[in-house]
């Protein structure tokens, strides 16, 4: 049997290197893509297949798709898991903070998928799509994340019945708290918008919970891409996939309880529920 390939955007740390790492270790060729030369020397160091790529460059996804069918012919996987955490008020954060979200978490999911289709159809592949629970359970300041997630949710249900007829599946998953560097780029992403001019201001400490919160308790990364992978090699795969902490509970919670009380309390969670 040839070795089955992966390609895992996004790869530079947390989930896509723990994913790079279950990966090759099951067996498979590993396409690990980062945009960062020291990354891209780390990943070459630990035996994959590093690539450079910025998952919104439309020429150079082209040019790997290319270098792909020359190498391998096919692709067995497709994971598209770069991305990050816009956080903040949205009206702070505003149109280009909101369009630099959606092009990276939602329209380069699209483009991705896209230039690699010839070679996902060859091998009547897989299309994994890392969303979140924040698509399902919607908080203040994380707007923008929020909705690039439920769009996630919404492109990937359109992609599975368009891809059905080439024999290409389709998978989301939903990730709760999982340890990685997400925390940390979501708080740099939070910093950046709190001003002393805001009107948000005297709500600074509500917003960086908010940037923290992923980190809460969070499911060891390793442990989320071995429960990933074992999804992956089922005969039949989930079309929907919930790991780590939160991950049930919280669209548990988004579905049962009444929209105001739930307002109310992620209000009360996040420091909104006074007036100012």
Known sequence: MPQPSVLITGCSSGIGRALADAFKAAGYAVWASARQEVDLAALSQAGFHAVQLDVNDGAALQQLATHLSEEIGGLDVLINNAGYGAMGPLLDGGVEAMQRQFETNVVAIVGVTRAF?????????????IGSVSGVLVTPFAGAYCASKTAVHALSDALRMELAPFAIEVMEVQPGAIASSFGASASQQAEALIREDSPWWPLREGIRARARASQDNPTPARDFAAQLLAAVQRDKRPRLLRLGNGSRALPLLAALLPKALLEHVLRKRFGLNRSL
Do not use: D, W
Request: aromatic fraction near 8%.
């Open 117 to 129: 289709f010839p070679l996902l159809r060859r091998s009547r592949g897989l299309v994994v799509n």
